[in-house]
């Protein structure tokens, strides 16, 4: 319980960050944010307990064990001979090698503390919902990050803080639904943007502050409209859990 109201303190604290205002408990966002998270729940061989892994690639005959709590009962198994007769020809040996194919979920290594329904975990505190994730703190349903904080509904995103939906980014902060960018702070909707801050829907440029929809604004003219355009998403979003638009596809905001 410590865990989940530390985590949905930080959402709350990069919310108001981000949007000024705090839009409400994080897993009442479960699903708008799961959409950045690479992987998929399997059930453990011996416990039958409910183990996340990094990919949602593996076939549905693999055979999984829990890293942490079963890796024992593994090597048991893995340990065990095969007999002279299940090595006779090709095809009984393939199927008596492919008895011994395990694969581990819910790895959570190095100095990590707090992490729950996640994969490949190195060196992280208070951890929801992710997998690919080494030295972070503070994250959830996000994937492959490094050296981040505060950080929800994130795909390859690292050395980034007080971020919420962002998507193979490096080095931003305050930032929602930017994708494909690099040293961004306060930007929102922004696509393949360099060395920027205060943007908003501004897309394929570099070194560029004060911008909606790629037009460099006077700043108190920016803050004017974005405070306007900042409080329409807060109402949708405070009423349902979601945009129906993204930056990755921008379709259906018209």
Not at 26 to 45: C, N, P, Q, R, W
Not at 134 to 156: D, H, L, P
Not at 214 to 238: A, G, P
């Amino acid at each position: 319980m410590i865990h989940e109201m530390d985590l949905n303190r930080a959402f709350k604290y990069a919310s108001k960050f981000i949007f000024d205002s705090e839009i409400g408990d994080m897993h009442d966002y479960e699903t708008y944010l799961k959409e950045a998270v690479v992987g998929k729940f399997v059930e453990s061989i011996f416990s039958g307990d409910r183990l996340f892994v990094t990919s949602d690639q593996y076939s549905s005959t693999c055979k999984f064990f829990n890293y942490e709590k079963e890796n024992e009962k593994a090597n048991q198994l893995l340990s065990r001979p095969i007999s002279i007769n299940e090595i006779k020809d090709m095809d009984s040996l393939l199927n008596a090698v492919s008895e011994k194919f395990l694969y581990s979920g819910a790895k959570v290594l190095g100095n990590s503390l707090n992490v729950t329904n996640s994969d490949n975990i190195m060196n992280c505190s208070c951890v929801e919902n992710s997998s690919m994730l080494v030295n972070c703190r503070y994250i959830a349903y996000s994937y492959a990050s490094r050296n981040s904080e505060y950080v929800f509904g994130a795909t390859s995103s690292g050395d980034s803080s007080w971020t919420i939906r962002c998507f193979y980014n490096n080095r931003l902060q305050r930032c929602f639904e930017c994708c494909a960018s690099v040293s961004v702070q306060d930007c929102y909707f922004c696509y393949n943007i360099r060395n920027c801050h205060d943007c908003l829907f501004t897309f394929n440029t570099s070194s560029k502050n004060y911008s909606i929809a790629n037009i460099s604004l006077e700043k108190n003219r920016y803050f004017d409209l974005k405070k306007k355009l900042m409080q329409e998403m807060l109402v949708l979003l405070e009423r349902d859990k979601k945009l129906n638009f993204s930056v990755l596809n921008l379709e259906g905001i018209v």
